[in-house]
Structures are given as structure tokens and as C-alpha cells.
């Protein structure tokens, strides 16, 4: 199991998690959409492609970008679509 925790709430819960590049991309069934907010932010993977990111909204904190995903990936990296990562302090916990 792992879990992905910030500013004192579970934002993420998984027994079925990719690890790419030292990162857990979670099912995005398995995230909690309410802590979830659309971002204007994006950027290029020169391997898995365009990124899109989501800003956390937790206990009327936010955490800008903290979270990213490929809605389209790249040939070669389809295993990170539909599947969310997080950085920027929120702690990726196995279990």
C-alpha cells in the first residue's frame, strides 16, 4: 500500500502504483478529487510528453502544482496515463 499525505490529509491511497523515475504514479480512481485543482501549468517530457498539473487545496492551504500527469503520453510511456505523481512536500508513504 501506498499512500500520498499533505498538510495532514490522505490525498492518495494504492496497492497499485508505477514507479517511473523514482516516482509513484497512482491510478487517478485511487487520488481523492476533491483536494484537486486545475492548473494553467504544464511542461515537456522529452520521453512521456506533455504534462499537465494539478494544484492541492487541503484545510484552505494551497500547494501550487504539486501534482502532474500525462493525459496523452508518448508511445513508450503509456504506463503513466491515467495515473497522477505528486512533489513539491507531499509525502509518497509506503506502507
Not at 16 to 33: A, L
Not at 89 to 94: K, T
Request: aromatic residues 14%; hydrophobic residues 35%; contains cysteine.
Amino acid at each position: 500500500m501506498v499512500k500520498a499525505m499533505w498538510n495532514g490529509k490522505e490525498i492518495a491511497r494504492s496497492d497499485h502504483t508505477v514507479i517511473v523515475e523514482n516516482n509513484h504514479y497512482f491510478p487517478s480512481s485511487d487520488v481523492d478529487h476533491t483536494f484537486l485543482l486545475e492548473s494553467d501549468y504544464h511542461t515537456t517530457c522529452p520521453w512521456k510528453g506533455f504534462a499537465s498539473y494539478y494544484t492541492l487545496d487541503v484545510n484552505g492551504e494551497r500547494n501550487e502544482n504539486a501534482a502532474w500527469y500525462y493525459k496523452e503520453p508518448k508511445e513508450g510511456a503509456e504506463v503513466v496515463k491515467d495515473r497522477i505523481a505528486f512533489w513539491k512536500g507531499v509525502e509518497v508513504l509506503e506502507e
